[in-house]
Nanobody
Framework: QVQLVESGGGLVQAGGSLRLSCAAS????????LGWFRQAPGKEREFVSA??????????SYADSVKGRFTISRDNAKNTVYLQMNSLKPEDTAVYSC?????????????WGQGTQVTVSS
């Protein structure tokens, strides 16, 4: 059974940083594209960032709203994907969830974590 467990959320002032982690189990981690999504109250879930399954460590992509501030990375030895968030803004406040595709997938996410709350105060 695939499990994705996020951690690292919390309350931070605007301009601060947080590092989210997502530990995966029940899958061959290096074969899956991993993504981060977020959902703010009253809004639809939106894509934040993704890193592909490529053996070299993966190609990365970002939403325009976080480009230059957030960095996604993965440690295949630890079955963990990270999201380093810098220069946080109040509009970054949301529940952040990680997701995984099926093996060798690109954009169809089949597995989801429960999410971790990130709150940025002004």
């Amino acid at each position: 059974q695939v499990q994705l467990v996020e951690s690292g959320g919390g309350l931070v002032q605007a301009g601060g940083s947080l590092r989210l982690s997502c530990a995966a189990s029940g899958l061959t981690f290096s074969r899956h594209t991993l993504g981060w999504f977020r959902q703010a109250p009253g809004k639809e879930r939106e894509f934040v960032s993704a890193i592909t399954w490529r053996w070299s460590g993966g190609d990365t992509s970002y939403a325009d709203s976080v480009k230059g501030r957030f960095t996604i990375s993965r440690d295949n030895a630890k079955n963990t994907v990270y999201l380093q968030m810098n220069s946080l803004k109040p509009e970054d406040t949301a529940v952040y969830s990680c997701a995984a595709t099926s093996p060798f997938g690109k954009t169809q996410y089949d597995y989801w974590g429960q999410g971790t709350q990130v709150t940025v105060s002004s």
